[in-house]
């Protein structure tokens, strides 16, 4: 069975590579060659990781406005660029995998946050991705 969890690592080193490369679209299909060649990542599912990384890149701009109403008092700019990655990610999934359920979403991007940026950003990517699944997950947000 193709490993998401795999493909949400790859996507955020990809997108991490991206946003520090001035969001270069050019440079994506390098990226995702470069993290589809890892070994130790060869059960990931490939699919998801394009689909996340395409879903992200092609779309910044309306996730960043999705995101901007979650993030009150603070600049989208002042967040890392870890840490956004992380949240447009989650978004991203909110917004077009709705076959899984928020709370999965919500929990793999705190253990993306917690592997790769440490415990201190997980509390803000908890409230802004909590508040962010009421806007966007209504129903099942509601149900809970």
């Not at 493909?7 to 390098?30: C, F, N």
């Not at 779309?59 to 979650?70: N, S, Y």
């Not at 793999?108 to 997950?137: C, H, K, S, W």
Request: charged fraction near 30%; aromatic fraction near 6%.
């Amino acid at each position: 069975m193709a490993n998401r969890h795999m493909a949400r690592e790859s996507a955020l080193e990809t997108l991490y590579a991206w946003g520090s490369a001035d969001q270069d679209g050019g440079m994506i299909p390098d990226l995702l060659a470069s993290r589809l060649q890892h070994e130790e990542r060869d059960e990931q599912d490939e699919n998801y990781l394009r689909d996340a990384v395409y879903g992200v890149t092609d779309h910044v701009d309306a996730l960043d406005e999705v995101i901007k109403t979650a993030v009150r008092g603070r600049s989208l700019r002042s967040v890392a660029q870890l840490e956004i990655n992380v949240i447009r990610l989650a978004v991203w999934e909110m917004q077009n995998r709705l076959e899984i359920p928020y709370r999965v979403i919500i929990n793999e991007a705190l253990e993306l946050t917690r592997d790769y940026a440490g415990e201190a950003p997980r509390g803000f990517i908890n409230g802004v991705l909590d508040n962010l699944a009421r806007q966007l997950r209504q129903s099942e947000t509601a149900a809970r």
